[in-house]
């Protein structure tokens, strides 16, 4: 999904908006894990790359800022790497029972 920048706003405003849209998202999905971590783990995963692509992009603008940031979401994407890691190698397994029986 692309997002629109409106040139008529000050460009921090709408790279915040959109930071705060993608971390909304992530939040959301992350709280889906409770009943479908499959799934919900690689979309919060998906967010997080592209807040992080988003903080590297505008990284010219603000390095401080978007360095600590950019530092802090692949933490966090670290972080859910390894249940993500089990439940698609569960999934694999899963598959693989059902079609060799």
Known sequence: MSYRIDPRLPLTGEVRRILAEEIGKALVHLDAARDRPEQALHK??????????????????????????????????????????????????DRLAKNFP
């Open 44 to 93: 919060c995963r998906r967010r997080l790359k592209k807040v992080r692509s988003l903080l590297r992009l505008v990284r010219p603008g603000d390095e401080i800022f978007c360095s600590t940031e950019n530092h802090c979401y692949r933490e966090v994407a670290a972080l859910l790497a390894e249940p993500r890691e089990a439940t698609a190698l569960i999934e694999t397994i």
